[in-house]
């Protein structure tokens, strides 16, 4: 099972993908999480990263290569892999295929730009631990505390209004041309091609899961019959 998310920002790619991984049992590979752990590391790769993160720009694309391969030689991934914000331009697509870095669905997850700006900027992160909350979906007991240890919430530096509109404006101009990549690429060549799965983002998140479960269920018995 390796399987790529394709979506914008704040579609529920990172929340879907948890769910497939665990069912699946198959590792996550989060280029966004990978980064985002190097910043907070202060490593050579979190200190060239984080400015272009925090302006919503996308780092390059030899970084996210050079990211992959390492991550991808590592045991856990020889049963599949889900890739999760990753490729996120046709470069990139491209630069995994000629590694045999291969997939067997592109799942996209569709979401309006508007629910993408609401979901971004009331998300709000606890820095220690990771755990994420949402001002409006999933607000914190006490307003702006960790449920957990009483600290002050923060909100990312990418996930203000204003980056936010930057990273859907990155997405549409570099991202979203994969979709027509791989769509041609499997009309032009069904048997090779990774299988193209188009799902609603939209919505209660164990239904999304359901459906996208069905789909893929639903997609293996016609590529093997
Ligand atoms: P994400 O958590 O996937 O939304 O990623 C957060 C940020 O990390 C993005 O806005 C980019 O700056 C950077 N990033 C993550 N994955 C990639 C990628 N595949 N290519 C380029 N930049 C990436």
């Not at 390059?60 to 991550?71: P, T």
Request: include cysteine; glycine fraction near 6%; proline fraction near 6%.
């Amino acid at each position: 099972m390796r399987i790529v998310f394709i979506g914008p920002p704040g579609a529920g790619k990172g929340t879907q993908a948890a769910l497939l991984c665990e069912k699946f049992k198959i590792p996550q590979i989060s280029t966004g999480d990978i980064l985002r752990t190097a910043i907070k590391e202060n490593t050579p790769l979190g200190l060239k990263a984080k400015e272009i993160m925090d302006r919503g720009d996308l780092v390059s694309d030899e970084i996210i290569i050079d990211l992959i391969k390492e991550r991808i030689v590592e045991p856990d991934c020889r049963h599949g892999y889900l890739f999760d914000g990753v490729p996120r331009t046709i470069p990139q697509a491209e630069t995994l295929e000629s590694q045999n870095i291969h997939f067997d669905y592109v799942i996209e997850l569709i979401v309006d730009d508007n629910k993408i700006v609401e979901r971004i900027t009331g998300r709000r992160v606890h820095p220690e631990s990771g755990r994420t909350y949402h001002i409006k979906f999933n607000p914190p007991k006490r307003a702006n505390k960790d449920d957990l240890t009483g600290d002050d919430l923060i909100q990312r530096e990418d996930d203000k209004e204003e980056t936010v509109k930057k990273r859907l404006a990155v997405y549409h101009n570099q991202t979203a041309p994969l979709i027509h990549f791989y769509k041609q690429w499997e009309a032009e060549d069904r048997h090779n091609a990774p299988k193209y799965i188009p799902i609603n983002g939209e919505g209660d998140v164990t239904a999304i899961h359901n459906n996208l479960v069905k789909l893929l269920t639903n997609t293996q018995l016609i590529a093997k019959s």
